[in-house]
């Protein structure tokens, strides 16, 4: 099988629509797979419009195809949307069923939800352009990155898929306004313009459309719930730029056509880098003149870097980490929120000068001194309620490899320290 690496926005329906032509006007089968419904009917028109002979194509959800294989005409292709889903073995299933069928699949980031490598299901990885390139080119539009920190991440449990687990989130922005905190970045980074808002979940995804609608800031929220007809009405809304912000919950991703905007809202933190530029790119089709505003609430830049900046893709996992991490250092403005990478010097949006912090030495003046001989090393305390004062736990601390602020700290309990 093979893993194509298109970026968001770089042309991949184009790309994928002509193999599809292709294929069926040599009068061979090609069996689609995507894992949403809501996909089917984009790719369909999508397909169509390119003259695809629509006889010879398959579409469907892998869930249902993997329960009709014996019903199914045996494809010469199949194609793959959103590849980096092939872990289920639904797909494994198809694939080994089909065997004597070429594989192909489309991914932006090849790499699994969890961080794991794609080697078990492909054996070439096929890359042409970074997103940088796409950027100087003209094909995606240039963006600013601002990270307003508000929400704290790492009080969140991991859950086993190494997720965050969101749970604890609405009880946190409730805590800490937050609603009100971004309507006021938004208002002050990306006035009037259009934004795609993904909340953590859908109390809150809801509540930001309740509270954006509060302020005279047209906005909805949809779902994988919301009504067909309904969610059509309200996308149709927003492309004619009645609705100003559009809040949902993970909905608002892969493959889904939803009408260009510029600004990105992310109040969903993510350990995964595929779902990070999923939503974080979302906002950067190319238009003349654009440029997207990226505002994450949530610290996700902290753990992958910025959106473009360059990656080595590979099928098979890093060894002793995973892909959470960022490819590269970043740091945040104080003055404007703007994020750049860490050895600027200077912000490159408001220009404000990056001065090196001196942390200030703790002093403990109340610290005594002792002689130090070699009886000294011999410790006959083994607790700190052993200790005589405050040399001795400063001595037991260090036979621990404890740092000396615990040693202060219980001082302070043993009154060594007032």
């Known amino acids: 099988m093979c893993c194509s690496s298109l970026w968001l926005g770089a042309g991949k329906s184009v790309i994928l629509s002509e193999i599809i032509r292709r294929t069926t006007h040599n009068k061979n089968n090609v069996l689609f797979l995507v894992h949403r419904k809501e996909l089917i009917d984009q790719i369909r028109n999508t397909l169509q419009s390119n003259d695809v002979d629509m006889d010879f194509v398959t579409l469907g959800m892998v869930q249902t195809i993997v329960r009709r294989l014996d019903k199914m005409v045996v494809p010469s292709l199949i194609i793959i949307d959103e590849s980096h889903h ?19 699949g489309f991914t932006a980031t090849p790499v699994r939800l969890n961080g794991g490598g794609l080697g078990d299901i492909n054996d070439t990885l096929i890359e042409k352009v970074t997103a940088k390139w796409l950027i100087e080119n003209n094909f995606l539009s240039p963006y600013k990155y601002y990270a307003p920190e508000i929400v704290q991440t790492d009080t969140l449990n991991i859950k086993r898929t190494g997720e965050f687990d969101m749970s604890g989130l609405d009880d946190q922005f409730n805590a800490r306004m937050v609603w009100g905190d971004v309507i006021r970045h938004y208002q002050k980074l990306a006035p009037g313009e259009q934004a795609i808002l993904y909340a953590s979940s859908i109390y809150q995804s809801e509540k930001m459309a309740a509270s954006f609608n509060a302020v005279g800031i047209s906005s909805a ?10 969610r059509d009405d309200i996308i149709k809304r927003f492309r004619e730029g009645e609705i100003k912000v559009l809040c949902n919950l993970d909905l608002i991703g892969e493959g889904f056509d939803v009408p260009d905007c510029s600004t990105v809202i992310m109040l969903r933190p993510t350990q995964s880098l595929s779902l990070y530029i999923q939503q974080s790119m979302r906002g950067m089709r190319y238009r003349p003149g654009k440029t997207s505003i990226i505002i994450d609430h949530v610290g996700n830049v902290t753990r992958f870097g910025l959106p473009d900046m360059e990656r080595t893709w590979s099928l098979t996992p890093r060894k002793g980490s995973n892909a959470t991490k960022a490819e590269a250092p970043v740091k945040i403005c104080k003055e404007c929120f703007m994020t750049v990478s860490q050895t600027v010097k200077r912000c490159e949006h408001c220009g404000a000068e990056f001065k090196v912090e001196v942390k200030a030495v703790e002093v403990d003046e109340l610290a005594e001194l002792q002689e130090i001989d070699e009886a000294s090393f011999t410790l006959d305390y083994r607790e700190p309620g052993d200790c005589k004062n405050m040399g ?7 036979s621990r490899n404890y740092k000396q602020g615990w040693a202060y700290h219980q001082g302070k309990l043993l009154g060594f320290i007032k």
Do not use: C
């Open 86 to 104: 092939v872990l289920a073995n639904s797909y494994k299933k198809i694939i080994a069923h089909f065997s004597t069928a070429l594989v192909v």
């Open 221 to 230: 929220h949809i779902d994988g719930k919301t009504p067909k007809t309904l």
């Open 392 to 398: 001795e736990l400063y001595e037991l601390a260090k």
